[in-house]
């Protein structure tokens, strides 16, 4: 036990020394439940700055905010409703932290997001300027999803995968996430146990430990939307640490590289920056199914996606879509940029390299998605 207690501050201590670049994100039930959150919370992100470290801030609590504005104890169901709460709760909200940031002599600035701003690649790139431009001008960037306009087919889910999108664009080393509890834990017969202090692999047991741990009067998240969370940070090579943020001190902890709460650590290498658009943000439109020779191909030898591997084509898609790879039983194998359209994809189906200049009667590439523009799950 004292050997496993000794790898989980040695984790810790690894990434709280190559951190450059943080998200923290706080989440509603917090934000409502604990008036001390916001000094407490703004002071420890103070500390972090101080250090060193690039802040970017991910807080709910502008529907909850509304509610407490408006009397309102149950979250309503009907969408214009919520958005109105928004309206209202954001206002204060940055009221709030800018008063916060003035204390301590830095300024915040608001974003307001919807699931399009990070799917599309310009809009993506745009963002993630602004958030560049902020923090080189030493100014707190504090996000939130866009509740007032948000609906369905634009919204992230929750902040949860908000924040981890977020750190996942920005390249941050480490995601944040404070919570009303104290990290993952595990459950038994119904029953939370003790704390799971570090993860490397979200088994299909720990998913079962996951349980909502937030009031759905006020929010939407619990902590089955923080180990999706998890998985897309950890999937882009980063950490993530769920922790305790009604703890006055959880940011000096954190800082200190103490053993609290749950981190859950990367087990591949940083994902270039084009391929986690490809693979987080950008939406297929197509699917292009290979063979058993291919799957070996890309995934286990990093190759680009030959004609010849092709089995099939589904979808309409044109040159420069983000198209679904997967192998012949439907399993994803990565996501990537075509060379060609649908119809180009469904006439060179299983012909060598050499033979598609001819069948296409032009010239051109040799591959149907290159490596650089693959991304390999």
Sequence with gaps: MAMINNQNILERQRVVGECKRIVVKVGTRLLTAKQSIYPQLIAGIARMRAHGWKVILVSSGAVGIGMKELGLTKRPSKLSQIQALAAVGQNKLMTIYDRECERHGFKSAQLLLTANDLRARERHLNVLNCINA??????????????????????????????????TMTRSELTIILTTENGLREKNDGKLGKRVSLVRHISDKLTEFASDTDDHSFSIGGMASKLRAAKLVTAAGEYLWIADGRDDSIMHKIMNAEDVGTLFVPRKRQMQSRKRWIKFFSRPTGVIVIDAGAVVAVRAHGRSLLPSGIAKISGKFRRGDTVDIVDENGTLVGRGLSNFSHEECGAIAGLQSSEVAAILRRAVDEVVVHRNNLAVV
């Excluded at 509740?147 to 977020?166: C, R």
């Design 134 to 167: 902020l923090l080189n001008r030493d100014i707190l960037p504090i996000v939130n999803e866009n509740d007032s306009v948000s609906v369905d087919e634009l919204k992230f889910g929750d902040n949860d995968i908000l924040s981890a999108l977020l750190a």
